[in-house]
């Protein structure tokens, strides 16, 4: 394979800007097109992906298509994109104050534990159907599994971004949404180190709980230590003028590379580290707000297109047969039933109304790019074959795209603030460049969420 250091430096760059341009532009142009449709930029950014794929312009303009992203050679927008990843976790969990999660403990690995077996289950039932037409070399246990993983997955990543946009982050939902996405993506990591081990026996029991207790140990250091050396740190070095000390912001992202380093070394993936680092400050609001200025526009719109957009470059759709475009249909209907049918029956219970039910039902059915890390790695095992892996993958875009629409109709009245019991409720509004810090209170008894800026 050809590597940076016996090829040309100068080509490798020249087209590196190239495709960086080209990705950026149709992916901004493609995602201010979903915006005014009353999608999620995000989801606009993954389709821009798909079009810029071998699905549209390497189908239409196939020799267009190799020259830009031509297979051989040092690949390193995979590594632009991973970076994004990484900060946009970051972000998102400063994003969310967390204070009264704590008490719906309960809820959240509830709804966690529920919205992983079901959808489990029904992997395995659409297995028998789906190994007819498109088998694997590996074993039917590991195959039925493994689309199950794909189908329980909540992509944390897009639900944050999509709760940013539709400023719904101080909302009930908004917070306990993404904890339990977190709480069932960390379940979902765990469990498919033993579905690899089902994959290349024997399985490693003691790896999954050593996974287990390491993450466990690292989340309590961050959120006790690490906090009080945090705080210690900013009266050390305070904020001036609503910024932060340029030797305490280098530090916290030290910590967010240290962090993220060290959950991939436990084998569940950097985001997860990325996240804790996000929520070790999210307590400090002013910190939080004030770090997150510093770093949203390069985040948001450099890095992060850079992501989707090469998360729909994966997507090839001219693999799918006639009849695959069927089973695209029933996968995508029964992962849906399966994810959103236990989390809004549970919340329903636990005593959201049914506008905020609804909402989380909705947002725990997000599969997007998470879905995709778990197929490369089926893809990459021989587990899955291509033509499953781009139908899967069809199917959780499409349950992207039915998430924006129906949260702006569930969220069109507002929904409750976390603490508030449903007597105080966040208006939704439309997405603005502007990040007014606070909470700001307007006439009608409710309380206007602190905008996220516009992607």
Known sequence: MQTAFNASTEEILIRLLLQMSVILFVARAVGCLFKRIGQSQSIGEICAGVILGPSVFGWLVPGGFHALFPSEGPQIIPFFSHIGLVLTLFLIGMEFDYGEVPKYGKQ???????????PLATGVGLAFGLWPLAPSEKTFLAYALFIGLALAITAIPIMGRILMELKLTKTRVGVLGITTGATKDLCTWFLL???????R??????????????????????????????????????LKGGKPNP?????LLIMLLLLSAATSRIGIFAIFGA??????????????????????????????????TYTGLRVDLTKLSSMLWVWLVLVTVAGSLAN??????????????????GSMAVLINTPGLMALIILN????????????????????????????????????????????????????????LTRPRGVKPIPVQARAVSQAPQG
């Open 108 to 118: 959240v690995f509830g709804v966690a534990l529920a919205t992983l077996v079901l």
């Open 193 to 199: 180190a033993l579905v690899i081990g089902i994959a």
């Open 201 to 238: 026996p024997p399985v490693d029991v003691w790896k999954v709980a050593k996974m287990i207790l390491l993450t466990a140990a690292l989340g309590v250091i961050v959120l006790t230590v690490g906090r009080r050396i945090l705080e210690r740190a900013e009266r050390a070095l305070p």
């Open 247 to 251: 030797n305490l912001l280098a530090g």
């Open 275 to 308: 996240f804790l680092s996000g929520v070790a400050i999210s307590h400090r609001r002013e910190l939080a707000e004030a770090v997150s200025d510093r770093l949203h526009d390069l985040t948001i719109l450099f890095f992060l297109p850079i992501f989707f």
């Open 340 to 357: 959103s049918i236990p989390a809004y029956l549970l919340s329903r219970r636990t005593g959201m109304d049914r506008r905020e039910s």
């Open 377 to 432: 790695i089926g893809l990459d095992l021989a587990v899955i074959p291509p033509t499953l892996f781009s139908l899967l993958m069809a199917s959780s875009l499409l349950k992207n795209l039915a998430t924006t629409p129906v949260l702006h109709r569930l969220a069109a009245k507002g929904l409750p603030t976390l603490g508030s019991g449903g007597a105080e409720s966040l208006e939704a509004k439309p997405a603005t």
